[in-house]
C-alpha cells in the first residue's frame, strides 16, 4: 500500500483549495493508497475535514513563519531570520513524519507546503508532488519549485500561461493537468424566492453575487467598486458576499465594508456556510472577480446551480467558459466588470438561457467518474 502525506499550509481556511485536497483524499481507492493529512496549526481547515471523517495532524509551525498576507514581508531583519529558521526546523519535524509513517509520497497544495517540506524530501529521497492551483510567475522561486519537484499536478493549463514556454517544455516530463471532479447531484438549486428570503433578501431584488475566501486576490475590492458604480442606475440591485476574509485580509475587509457603507447601497454579507445550495439560490447573477485563479471551483459550482456567470480572465476560467454562450469572461478591471454585470442585468431572457446552457456543459466536463479514475492511475503510477 503507498502511504501518501497531504501537507496543507493554510491550517484556518476551507475553500477551494482545500476542498479540492479533500476531494482528491477520498476519490483514492482506500485498498490501495494510506492517506495522512498534516498541517500548522488548528483551525477551519482540520474542522472542515474531520467533518468529512478525514483526520489531521497538527505539526506547528513557528509563529513568525506562519503568518499570511503578506505580513512577514513587513518584519525587520532579525525577524525574517527567525522565519527562515523556523521553516528550516519545519522541514525536521517534516522529517520525522516522514519516518514515523513511513511515507511513500508528499503532496503538497501550494508554494508555501513545498518549502516547509522540499529539504525533507530531497534529504529522504521521497517524491514530492506539487499542485498548482493558481497562476503561477516567472522567477527564480518558481522555477525552483518546477526543478525540484519530482511531479506536478495543474488543476488547469491556464495556470502556467505566464510561465516561459522554453522552461514548460523542460519540465513537460513532470507535468499533468487533471481538473477537478464535482458531485454535481450535491449541487441543486433550490426555489429561489425561498432561498432569497432565507439569507434575509427580498425575493424582488436581483441579487448580484460571490462565494468564496475575501481577498485581494479574489479581488473583491474590484467587485465593491463595480458595485457601487452601477447602483444609481439600478437601485433594485443588492450584493451578497457569502464568505470569511482570509488570514492577513482582515483590515482589507474591512476597507471594503466602509466603502460599501458610504456608497449607501443594497449590501448583505454571510459567513461561509457549509450548505452552499442556499447561498448560489439566492443569488440572480455570480461574479468572480478575481486578480489570480486556477480552475475556480466557485464558478463551476455556481453554473451548476441554473446561475449566470461573469469571471475575470484568470487562471483556467477559460477552461470552465470555453465559448461566450456559457458566461461571460472580462479583464480584471472595474470598467471590464461592470459593462458584464450590466449586459446581464439589462437581459433577463440571456441570463436564463446562459444558465441553462452553462449547467449542461459543467455536468459533462467535470464529472466526478472522470476525476477518480484520472487521480487513481495517476498515484499507482508515480
Known sequence: MKKIMFLEARFDSFYG????????????????????VMTTGTGRLKKGFEEEHVSVDVVKLGKKANVFGGAALQYSLFSKVIAVLQIFLYNLKVMI???????????????????????????????????IRSEMLGGRFNEAVLKYSSHIITI??????????AKIEKYRHKISNIYTGFEFEKL???????????????PEKVVVGFLGGISERKGIDLLVDS???????????????????????????EDQLSKITEGKVNFTHLPFRKNVSEAYSAMDIFVLPSR??????????????????????????QEIITKESLGIIVERTQDSLVEG????????????TMANQSRKAVRLRFSDEVFKENVNNYFSRI
Not at 17 to 36: G, H, T, V, W, Y
Not at 118 to 129: C, D, F, M, P, Q
Not at 293 to 317: K, N, Q, S
Open 17 to 36: 483549495a482545500q476542498k479540492s485536497m479533500l476531494k482528491l483524499i477520498q476519490s483514492l481507492d482506500p485498498n490501495k493508497f494510506e492517506c495522512r
Open 97 to 131: 513524519y516522514i519516518l514515523r509513517y513511513k511515507i511513500d509520497v508528499i503532496y503538497v497544495n501550494d508554494e508555501r507546503a513545498f518549502l516547509y517540506s522540499v529539504i525533507a524530501a530531497k534529504v529522504l529521497r521521497r517524491k514530492n508532488v506539487i499542485y
Open 156 to 165: 488547469a493549463e491556464g495556470v502556467l500561461k505566464k510561465i516561459p514556454d
Open 188 to 202: 441543486k438549486a433550490l426555489d429561489k424566492s425561498f432561498a432569497k428570503e432565507s439569507v434575509g433578501v427580498s
Open 227 to 253: 458595485f457601487i458604480e452601477l447602483y444609481p442606475r439600478y437601485e433594485n440591485i443588492e450584493l451578497l458576499i457569502v464568505g470569511d476574509a482570509s488570514d492577513g485580509y482582515e483590515a482589507y475587509w
Open 292 to 317: 489570480d485563479e486556477g480552475l475556480p471551483r466557485v464558478v463551476i459550482e455556481a453554473m451548476a446551480h441554473d446561475l449566470p456567470v461573469i469571471a475575470t480572465d484568470a487562471g483556467g476560467t
Open 341 to 352: 454585470i450590466t449586459r446581464l442585468l439589462e437581459d433577463e431572457k440571456g441570463r436564463a
